[in-house]
């Protein structure tokens, strides 16, 4: 406003029409990246629209979807234009099936909403409509967007804070940046060609019509899709500006399609990577969460190293590139947890991100663990404090304690349970929701030697055996126990081995106390404190006996979570 009011003093035009009347001349691709000149607004880089038959992109119609074809149509019949737009174009090129379907039409969302009868608009940095298919697990969500305004931040309202603290002076905007020009809301419909301009990569910015199956092309995105090439449109720090998270993307779509960063696309990089900490924690939290499930994490964490965003981005991952606390046995937990994930993703089977998370984090917890008992803690309390530090310092309020937090100390505070195996805890254990995820952790950590591997296969056995088969195996593991001097639950001793290796949980005593919160009768009721929201079962204490008067004697364990696994996964199938 002040701005506007000085032009006016000045007799100059507002910002708002110079951008308006900006030259549209189209912009061949090469020359996207031109910098405005001091003092001058940027150009828009509208690009050429070219129209590009299905003879030259090779799109496979079958790979299209009914649904988002059947979007596409009923707008085009209701009389406005309609594509299928962004990453689906990109992937059809590419030849790969798409997981999602985005449409983009030049009806605004009410119009849009009006043409369907499961119809949500949604969002308010950018309008969208949900349109829904189908009910329950089997729905499916094709989102439409509104063409957009390519607009310069400098023809933008401005506020001082962000979404949260300025939610107010945000109500009934609809084009609003931050002080350092982070688009806040982005509401401002245009021209195609704009819309196209404000899309990120050239990649992304293609559109298909899958009646004509023509492909409309502003900025060379069919070119650099085949020559596997990851291009800005525009001035890229102006870009990075705009969206910091673009910067995240970057190393997404390199990771995730093994495309080459354009050298002026990456150079800003680095050094632009301060804005992010002016983007929302949840949001970098789910863009983290997108660079680790894509089914290319081990990748997507190389990009990081590459491009020297592996500190100060994603606390989590912070403690992942730590050079002080890395040990082997750490790395090599890390890298199998990441390659299991990938695995899973190539096979078409669901992951958690608690799962993975849990992987991540788990040699902080050991540490805060191990530390709590060393000063004296009692072993379970000593775990669920520790669970607490690390949950507070690496996640916080952002995933809102919900089920993430849930799940990630369920499988933490699961693992010396496997540890105890008598009386009824391990048929318990068996039953519950997230048995699956524990067991795939107690994987994991046989694999690099953290515990015997041993015990997994036993675990295994255990939940595929019938009640005849599990009360013959509970049997053994008591006359080995008692034949190896009453040692816990006929396995390896959870201190046996050596810290070298692998980071090894604290040794739970041996005089007989209860310090899991269950008591020696093997009734499953010791884990009321799973997951930090039941409350914690009022711990019992057995005294001590004399040397020699039932040594062998064991406590059960509890509960933790899933049905059973036969590999190691990151989430329930």
């Not at 499961?118 to 308010?124: K, L, P």
């Not at 195609?192 to 990649?203: G, L, W």
């Not at 048995?435 to 994987?443: E, I, K, V």
């Amino acid at each position: 406003m002040i701005k506007s009011l000085i032009h006016k003093i000045l007799g100059k035009p507002a910002a708002a029409k110079r951008t308006a009347h900006a030259p549209h001349a189209a912009h061949a691709p090469g020359h996207a990246h031109a910098a405005p000149k001091s003092g001058q607004p940027p150009r828009i880089p509208v690009g050429k629209r070219v129209d590009v038959p299905a003879s030259e992109h090779g799109i496979d119609p079958k790979l299209v979807d009914e649904r988002a074809r059947k979007v596409v149509e009923t707008l085009q019949d209701a009389g406005y234009e309609a594509y299928i737009v962004g990453g689906a174009v990109r992937d059809l090129i590419l030849g790969h099936r798409p997981k999602d379907f985005d449409v983009a039409t030049n009806a605004t969302p009410e119009q849009v909403k009006g043409l369907f009868r499961r119809a949500f608009i949604i969002g308010r940095r950018f309008r969208i409509v949900h349109v829904v298919y189908g009910r329950g697990r089997e729905h499916e969500v094709i989102e439409v967007s509104t063409f957009r305004a390519y607009l310069d931040a400098d023809a933008a309202e401005q506020v001082a804070g962000n979404e949260k603290t300025s939610r107010k002076e945000l109500a009934d905007k609809s084009h609003v940046v931050d002080a350092s020009g982070r688009v806040l809301r982005d509401n401002v419909w245009g021209p195609q060609d704009q819309d196209a301009a404000r899309r990120d990569f050239t990649i992304n910015a293609m559109y298909y019509d899958p009646r004509t199956e023509v492909v409309v092309d502003y900025h060379g995105g069919i070119g650099d899709a085949k020559k596997r090439l990851l291009r800005m449109i525009g001035h890229p720090e102006t870009r990075y500006r705009e969206d910091p998270v673009r910067i995240v993307r970057v190393v997404r779509f390199a990771a995730k399609l093994g495309f080459e960063i354009e050298p002026k696309t990456r150079e800003p990089v680095q050094e632009m990577s301060e804005l992010l900490s002016n983007v929302p924690q949840s949001r970098l939290f789910d863009e983290m969460i997108k660079l680790l499930q894509t089914g290319h994490a081990r990748a997507s964490i190389e990009q990081l190293r590459k491009q020297g965003l592996d500190r100060g981005v994603f606390p989590i991952l912070d403690a992942v590139f730590d050079e002080a606390r890395r040990h082997p046995g750490r790395e090599q937990f890390v890298q199998l947890a990441l390659a299991d994930t990938d695995r899973r993703v190539s096979e078409g089977k669901p992951v958690a991100p608690s799962f993975l998370l849990a992987c991540l984090l788990w040699h902080d917890v050991l540490a805060h663990w191990e530390r709590n008992v060393a000063q004296g803690e009692p072993n379970f309390p000593a775990l669920q404090s520790a669970t607490d530090a690390v949950f507070d310092a690496r996640i916080g309020d952002i995933s809102g304690r919900g089920k993430l937090a849930t799940d990630m100390r369920e499988i933490w505070t699961m693992q010396p349970r496997f540890e105890r195996r008598t009386g009824n805890g391990p048929a318990t254990l068996v039953e519950q929701p997230r048995f699956r995820a524990g067991f795939d952790f107690l994987r994991l950590r046989g694999q690099v030697g953290e515990v015997e591997p041993s015990l997994a296969i036993w675990w295994e056995s255990f939940s595929l055996a019938d009640a005849t088969e599990r009360r013959q195996m509970l049997e053994e593991v008591r006359q080995q126990g008692a034949a190896g001097g009453g040692r816990r639950g006929g396995g390896r001793s959870a201190s046996a081995g050596s810290r070298g290796n692998a980071a090894n949980p604290p040794a739970s005593n041996e005089d007989g106390d209860a310090d899991f919160a269950a008591d020696d009768a093997g009734d499953g009721t010791g884990d009321a404190g799973i997951g930090g929201d039941a409350p914690a079962r009022k711990r019992r204490r057995r005294r001590r006996k004399p040397a020699g008067e039932g040594a062998a004697r064991d406590s059960s364990g509890g509960d933790g979570a899933g049905g059973p696994g036969s590999g190691s996964s990151g989430a329930a199938d």
